[in-house]
C-alpha cells in the first residue's frame, strides 16, 4: 500500500473496463485519481465507488477528441488538488474494419481518439508536470501496435503510432524528469470485449479455451495493466522512460 502517496494522476478512459481497473488500483496505493471519461453515470458511479473503498477520486466529464476539453480536464485536476504528476492515457477505440472496408471517416474517427486525444492530454498535461518538477505518463497500447489484425487495420495503425510518439517524448522530456512509457496490455476481458466476441460469434466457453492456449495459461485482466501501470507511475520506475512493458502473456518475441 502506498506506492503513489501524494501523487495526482489522470486516467483517461478510467471508468470503465481497464482503465477502471487502472483508476481503482492507484486510488488503493495512495493517489489522488481524476477519472475523465465521456460518460457522466459511469463516471460518477467510479468516483463514488473509489471513496467508498477509501480513495480519493473526482471524476471530470471530457471528450479527449475536443483539445479544450483537455485543456479544462488538466486545469480542473491542478484546481483541486494543487499539482499533476502522472498520466495514463488509455481511452480509446477499435471499431472493426479491414483495408477496404476503413473509411475515411471511421479513420478519422479512430485517429481522433487513439492518437489525436493522446497528443492533446500530453501537450496540457507537461506543463504542468514541468512545474512540479517531474512526472510521468503511460500510454496504453496494444499488440496489434506491432503489426495487427487485418480486421483492425486503422487501429492498429494508431497504436503503432502511439509506439513512435511515446519514444519521441521520452527523448523531449527527459531534461524536464517526465519519463513517457508503452504499456502493452495483451488480450483483457472486459464486458466490451465479451459483448465484443459475442457479436463475432464466440461464446464464454470458446473465450476460456483461447486463454487457456495462451502461453501463461489465461487472459488477462484489468488489475493486469493496472499494477503495470503502478510500477511506472511510481518513484520505483523514476530511471524507466521510452520502454515498451508487454503485460501480454506471451514470453519473448
Known sequence: MGRVDGKVIIVTGGATGIGLGIS??????????????????RGAAAEQAIREAGGEALYVRTD???????????TRAVERYGKLTGMVNNAGIFPRATLED?????????????????????????????????????NIGSANSYIGLPHLFAYSVAKGGLITLTRNLANALAPDRVRVNFVNPGWVITEMEIEIQAKEGHDAAWIEEAGR???LGRH????DAAYACLYLLSD???????????????GLR
Not at 481503482?24 to 453515470?41: C, D, F, M, P, Y
Not at 488477462?220 to 488489475?223: L, M, S, T
Not at 520505483?236 to 506471451?250: H, K, M, T, Y
Open 220 to 223: 488477462q485482466v484489468p488489475d
Open 236 to 250: 520505483e520506475a523514476n530511471q524507466v522512460s521510452g520502454d515498451i512493458l508487454n503485460v501480454d502473456g506471451r
Open 64 to 74: 479527449i477528441t475536443c483539445e479544450d476539453d483537455c485543456r479544462a480536464l488538466v
Open 102 to 138: 476503413t473509411t475515411s471517416e471511421l479513420w478519422d474517427e479512430i485517429f481522433a481518439t487513439n492518437l489525436k486525444g493522446v497528443f492533446f492530454c500530453c501537450k496540457h498535461a507537461v506543463p504542468e508536470m514541468r512545474k512540479h518538477g517531474a512526472g510521468s505518463i503511460v
Open 213 to 215: 492456449r495462451m502461453p
Open 24 to 41: 481503482t488500483v492507484l486510488a488503493k496505493e495512495g493517489a489522488s485519481v481524476v477519472i475523465a471519461g465521456r460518460s457522466a453515470a
